[in-house]
Every structure is written in structure tokens, then in C-alpha cells.
């Protein structure tokens, strides 16, 4: 399959680059497939011709999408849009990349595809809406995840791992849950719905479930690491943006689809921690 990725530069696209191997992969940087041009998003598409787009590239920062919500919504709305029409003018499956935090986490059960959603952030509002303009494409797989991280790239498990190298003290909240999940399982499993075209909108996240603090305390375990790691509300830790307090997904309905690539949080942990990161933590 011809697959072409946006987002060239972020954690995911490189899980994707690294394992969709078999495939013929165009992972364009951002000059040239820049999301919040039309015309570039148009060009690009109908020069490469795609069997599959996997849309990676998003604002991710959840902060400051409270404070630049017009390009949270270009970037993670109307561009998802425009994919879409370029899609479906190619006859190609788009793969929509969308959120745990659609939800406003007041949930007692870990959410279903079908479950209301509603978003306390600009972020998941303007994700959510992305969403909806990736179902403008006849075909398209929306994937909701959570908590990415992996050996590479700006994240939680990286800044953890700064930080206990520091010796500076860590306060992690303790009142959120939610599913961490690793690139490379999500790359996995997306390159199965995509060699066998799976449609609509599936929760995809690694199992099982913890809090922040129960992520850093296993990341600190597992490398045998004395942090000195304490736990926090969220009230303690205020931010621009809301987060959900619990953004379980249910993988029951994507268990149905085909093989399930999805491992246990604390299992692909380890896996990730076992190849070491890119800032040298072994
Ligand atoms: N990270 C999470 O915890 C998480 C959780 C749930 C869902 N998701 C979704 O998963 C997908 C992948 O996320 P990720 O963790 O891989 O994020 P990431 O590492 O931040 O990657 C997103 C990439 O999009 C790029 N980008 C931003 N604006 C762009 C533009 N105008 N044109 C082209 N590229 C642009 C970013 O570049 P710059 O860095 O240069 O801006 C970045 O390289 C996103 O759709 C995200 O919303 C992420």
C-alpha cells in the first residue's frame, strides 16, 4: 500500500515509520505538507496517491489550544476536513488519530464508542469536531487513544526520566485514570485496520488503567530508579486547560474487528523501557 503520513515530526508518525515497513511510506515535513494550507493538503494528495493518509499531525498542546484556539481548530478540525475531500477524491482511507479527551471524564466505567461525549478543553473540542470531518471521508477509521508515549519524542515517560536523572523532587497527579499507551502498539494496530480497511470509530489504547502517579511510580520500578516521587490532586496542580478526571476507553467493540494488538499499559512499558529511549535512559 502507497501510505502517505502528516505529521512527519511527532512521536506517532515515528512508531509508523519504524514498523509500517512492507508498506511504501511518504512522510512529508511539515514545509512541504503543512495542515494549515488547503492548497498544500490538496497538492500533496493528489500527487502522491494514497492508498491510505494516516493523519498524524495535530496541535497537541493541550495548554496552549486554550489560548490559540483558532489554530487548534485549523489544525485539528477544518484540515482534518480538508483531508478528507482529498481522500475521497483519490478513493483513499483516512486514519483520524482522535482522543480520550472528548470525554469530560465524569465517567464511573471505562467509555464506549457510542457513550456522549463532551469536552472541557478547546483541545478536545476541536478534536472532536476533527473527528466529525474525518467521517466526511466514505472511508475512514478514527482511532481514539490515550496517554501516547514511547522511547522517543516529548513525553511523559521522557520527562520522568529527565527529571528523576536531575534529582528533582516530583509531585504527579493522583486523581486522574486514564490508559497510558505506546506508539508502537497503536502503530501496530492501526496498521492492521489499515491493510484490512476497518471502518468507523474505534477505541484503541493500550488495557488496563492507572493514574499519572501510578505511571511514574511503575516507570520508576521497573528501572529500579529511588525517585522521589509524591502524589498530587489536580486542584494542586492548576492548568489552562481541563483535563478529564477519568478517560478510560472500552476496547470491547475493537476486539471484535479483528486480531488485537493492544497489550497491557504495564506491559508495553516494559517493552518500551527494555529497548531503552532516545535520551539514553536504560
Ligand atoms: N500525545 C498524546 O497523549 C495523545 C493522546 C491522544 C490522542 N493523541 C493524538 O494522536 C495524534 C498523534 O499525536 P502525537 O503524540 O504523535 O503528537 P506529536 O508528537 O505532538 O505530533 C504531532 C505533530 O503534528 C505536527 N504539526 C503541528 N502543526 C502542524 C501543521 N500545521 N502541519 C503539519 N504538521 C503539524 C507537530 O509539529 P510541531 O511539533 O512542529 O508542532 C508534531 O510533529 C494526534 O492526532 C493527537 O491529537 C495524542
New binding site residues.
Given amino acids: 500500500m502507497k501510505v502517505l503520513v502528516?505529521?512527519?515530526?511527532?512521536?506517532?508518525?515515528h512508531a509508523i515509520r519504524l514498523i509500517w515497513r512492507e508498506h511504501d511510506l511518504v512522510l512529508p515535513e511539515?514545509s512541504v505538507?503543512?495542515?494549515?494550507q488547503q492548497t498544500a493538503i490538496q497538492s500533496v494528495v493528489s500527487t502522491v496517491r494514497p492508498d491510505v493518509v494516516v493523519?498524524?499531525?495535530?496541535?497537541?498542546q493541550v495548554d496552549r489550544c486554550e489560548s490559540e484556539a483558532d489554530l487548534a481548530h485549523l489544525?485539528?478540525a477544518t484540515a482534518v476536513g480538508w483531508l478528507a475531500e482529498a481522500c475521497e477524491e483519490q478513493g483513499a482511507m483516512l486514519i483520524q488519530?482522535?482522543?480520550?479527551?472528548v470525554f469530560d471524564g465524569m465517567g464511573t466505567r471505562p467509555y464506549r464508542e457510542d457513550d456522549p461525549t463532551n469536552p472541557v478543553s478547546v483541545y478536545g473540542r476541536t478534536?472532536l469536531e476533527g473527528e466529525r470531518q474525518a467521517a466526511r471521508c466514505s472511508r475512514h477509521f478514527i482511532a481514539r487513544?490515550?496517554?501516547?508515549y514511547d522511547a522517543w519524542?516529548?513525553?511523559f515517560l521522557n520527562t520522568m526520566l529527565n527529571a528523576a536523572a536531575q534529582g528533582r523532587p516530583l509531585r504527579v497527579v493522583a486523581d486522574q485514570r486514564g490508559a497510558p499507551t505506546t506508539?508502537r502498539a497503536l502503530a501496530r494496530q492501526l496498521q492492521v485496520a489499515a491493510e484490512q480497511g476497518w471502518q468507523g470509530l474505534v477505541h484503541t489504547t493500550c488495557a488496563g488503567e492507572t493514574t499519572w502517579h501510578g505511571f511514574a511510580q511503575a516507570i520508576f520500578a521497573a528501572k529500579g530508579l529511588a525517585a522521589d516521587l509524591s502524589p498530587c490532586t489536580t486542584a494542586d496542580y492548576p492548568t489552562p486547560a481541563r483535563r478529564p478526571a477519568y478517560s478510560v476507553l472500552d476496547g470491547a467493540h475493537r476486539r471484535t474487528l479483528g486480531p488485537d494488538l493492544m497489550p497491557d499499559w504495564h506491559e508495553a512499558l516494559l517493552e518500551v523501557l527494555e529497548e531503552g529511549t532516545t535520551d539514553g535512559h536504560r
Avoid: P
Wanted: aromatic share 8%; hydrophobic share 30%; charged share 15%.
Fill in positions: 502528516t505529521g512527519a515530526s511527532g512521536q506517532l508518525a511539515e505538507l503543512d495542515l494549515s493523519n498524524c499531525g495535530a496541535f497537541t489544525i485539528n488519530i482522535s482522543t480520550d479527551y478534536k487513544t490515550s496517554w501516547l519524542g516529548k513525553n506508539c
